[in-house]
């Protein structure tokens, strides 16, 4: 298996003195002063709901600090297909100043719309991978978000209930643990199958990293060399996602994410495939939940399965034609130099920082959070590919998936539809 190789110094350097505390490391003539100078207003146009209220909240600080810049805080997202929405905003002439990109192809896609960030003071603190996606030819065109990882929220108190005394590496591992749970009375598996991200984007990635050589592969695909159909990751990957359906919730594909948080927090069921994200939305529910990762296991290889995915979910970048570009960076180095941008960061957005210069404990990040770093700690990594798909592709595997989930194709049809979206949007 490709494994990840991170240094703990690299990723959480928490005991490195801050370098630059405070909003004014950004200069520029837009900071805090008179109000004599002219108000710039900085659209903010990203997918993340569940922060939402702290970046409203942070907005108020930033705007009382800097009173000449006004945020404007766009959200599109919680399955709303983003990416079409920002396309619409560029062709309506209503760009924003600040928007999501995910890097990779998608990074190639919008080169030309953006600016150039290498010489802002963030930059050498990124973590080695968070700084990938958004850099080329050495240069850095995004700032990361986070860190964030992906796999199998479990329960670890109904897996004891349950007599799973072993974490589950293996397809039949996991079915028998499932099996165990369902002996007690609890549905196994939350499935909010409803959302083409968590299938398109996210629960796809072990059958792409698990690949001998995931960006051949990925080329492969591109040069018409490589194909999905007979593939043998792919083959147990749709063989987990029928699992997940056989010990899941009813009606699968019209349950939404927050369905799946609400059985997952309310202990309705034991498993949901999602991401460290959902803490703090499970802790609205029920904050006393003791809860860990599992990796996606694919057959029956148990160290190839000992790995959880992890990725940067959105880079924020910066429209270079936009008239409030120079203030959309002093908010971007505010939100990771201010101590309250900073404080949100890890403890209200429960983020595993991108960056070296922001300290943060296990406790801050939650039980999501620490468990997805104790993976990372040890190497044991999936990376994220989907930024590297052609445009529109997730959207259209999650809809040939769905059409599986409902019986409508066999696992070989599902392969095929995969491989005819790819060879229809690929450039």
Not at 247 to 275: C, F, H, R, V, W
């Amino acid at each position: 298996m490709k494994k990840w190789k991170f240094s703990l110094v690299m990723l959480l350097a928490f005991s490195l003195v801050l370098a630059a505390c405070g909003g004014n490391s950004g200069g520029g003539s837009a900071s805090g002063g008179s109000n004599d100078q002219e108000v710039k207003t900085v659209t903010i146009f990203q997918f993340k709901t569940e922060i939402v209220d702290g970046l409203n909240e942070l907005k108020v600080e930033f705007e009382k600090e800097y009173p000449n810049i006004k945020l404007d805080i766009q959200t599109v997202g919680g399955g709303a297909d983003y990416g079409a929405a920002l396309k619409t905003k560029f062709a309506s002439n209503d760009a924003p100043d600040i928007f999501s990109n995910g890097g990779y192809a998608e990074m190639d896609m919008w080169f030309d719309r953006l600016e150039d960030l290498s010489d802002q003071p963030w930059v050498p603190d990124l973590v080695e991978m968070a700084a990938k996606p958004m850099t080329k030819d050495g240069k850095v065109y995004g700032m990361p978000m986070n860190l964030e990882g992906w796999g199998y929220i479990y329960n670890k108190d109904l897996f004891e209930q349950a007599g799973i005394t072993e974490m589950p590496k293996t397809y039949s591992q996991l079915e028998e643990a499932s099996k165990k749970l369902e002996a007690i009375g609890v549905t196994p598996f939350a499935n909010a199958y409803q959302e083409w991200w968590l299938l398109g984007n996210q629960g796809i990635n072990p059958a792409f990293d698990l690949q001998e050589d995931p960006d051949a592969f990925i080329q492969g695909l591109n040069e018409g060399t490589e194909t999905f159909v007979g593939n043998k990751y792919f083959e147990e990957w749709a063989k987990l996602m029928q699992l997940t359906l056989e010990y899941g919730n009813k009606n699968p594909l019209t349950t939404d994410y927050n369905t799946a948080i609400s059985l997952l927090a309310t202990e309705q069921a034991a498993m949901m495939q999602n991401g460290n994200w959902a803490q703090t939305e499970i802790d609205a529910i029920n904050p006393d939940l003791n809860l860990g990762f599992l990796p996606m296991p694919l057959g029956e290889n148990a160290e190839e399965n000992d790995a959880i995915n992890v990725g940067v979910p959105a880079n924020l970048v910066v429209n270079k034609d936009s008239d409030s570009k120079e203030e959309a960076k002093i908010f971007l180095n505010w939100l990771v130099t201010s101590d309250i941008g900073q404080e949100y960061i890890v403890k209200h957005f429960k983020f595993i920082p991108s960056l070296t210069s922001i300290e943060a404990t296990p406790e801050d990040m939650g039980d999501l959070g620490s468990s997805i770093y104790d993976f990372v700690q040890a190497g044991k990594v999936l990376e994220k590919h989907s930024a590297k798909f052609p445009d529109g592709v997730a959207q259209e595997f999650a809809g040939s998936m769905q059409a599986f989930f409902a019986g409508k194709s066999d696992v070989n049809k599902l392969l095929e539809d995969m491989q005819a979206s790819w060879d229809n949007l690929k450039n």
